[in-house]
């Protein structure tokens, strides 16, 4: 079973550019998130999807930061503009519909340096 | 607020002997906890979970307790293996309140040596 794919792997922008980030969850997962892992610190999650349709995005900043999820599959995160405390790994996740017991499986991460 | 702690940022075990990894949480709705395993430059994987209805879970070397009146939990490896060597990473979820949406601690590095 392929696993959750993110590309691109690493991106060097200076500040005020704007990024974009892809990911493509595990074939059948209805529910995917985005987070973001600062140096030093746990993931915190920016956006959840079930399907196409937002279930929280209280977290994300959203005068900069904007997601889609187009179809129910593949996802978009994008950054306009990136700011230097933007530099972080931006981690893909993906699960079945929530059930007691699901497990969210994870995605190798984008990590992005802003200049 | 960080929710979820983990106070321990590193931790070094002996090969072979118990390595205890501990998180602490403040929110009294958190039900559902598990514990994420991440090696460099790959995204965490899910390592074991424990319902708030059980105080134990055991899943071959790794166990996970859960303390509710302490709000503590902690995950126990025996015996530790270099290849145990990662970051560990405690999360909470309140699933009756907000669904499946987790909150994670800050990490803790294990280094096994042989």
């Known amino acids: 079973e392929a696993g959750v794919a993110q590309s691109p792997r690493y991106k060097i922008i200076e500040k005020r550019q704007s990024v974009a980030f892809w990911c493509n969850p595990i074939?059948?997962?209805?529910?995917l998130y985005w987070y973001q892992q600062i140096l030093g610190q746990g993931p915190k999650l920016l956006i959840q999807?079930?399907?196409?349709?937002?279930?929280?995005d209280s977290q994300l900043p959203k005068d900069r930061f904007s997601a889609e999820r187009l179809k129910g599959v593949d996802s978009t995160l994008k950054i306009q503009p990136a700011k230097l405390e933007d530099s972080a790994v931006y981690l893909c996740?993906?699960?079945?519909?929530?059930?007691?017991?699901?497990?969210?499986?994870f995605g190798a991460g984008t990590r992005l340096s802003v200049l | 607020d960080q929710q979820v702690k983990q106070n321990s940022p590193s931790l070094s075990v002996q090969e072979g002997r118990i390595s205890i990894l501990n998180c602490d949480y403040t929110?009294?709705?958190?039900?559902?906890f598990l514990w994420y395993k991440k090696y460099p430059a790959e995204g965490p994987t899910f390592l074991i979970s424990?319902?708030?209805?059980?105080d134990k879970n055991e899943d071959g070397r790794f166990t996970v307790f859960l303390n509710k009146s302490a709000k503590h939990l902690s995950l126990h490896i025996v015996p530790s293996q270099p290849g145990d060597s990662a970051v560990y990473f405690c999360?909470?979820?309140?699933?009756?309140?907000?669904?499946?949406?987790?909150?994670f601690g800050t990490g803790t590095r294990l280094a096994v040596r042989p």
């Open positions: 929110n009294s709705m958190f039900d559902y």
């Open positions: 996740a993906s699960s079945l519909p929530p059930v007691p017991g699901d497990i969210q499986y």
């Open positions: 999807f079930q399907n196409n349709g937002v279930v929280d």
């Open positions: 424990i319902s708030s209805i059980k």
């Open positions: 999360a909470a979820s309140a699933r009756k309140s907000s669904g499946d949406k987790l909150t």
């Open positions: 074939s059948g997962h209805a529910t």
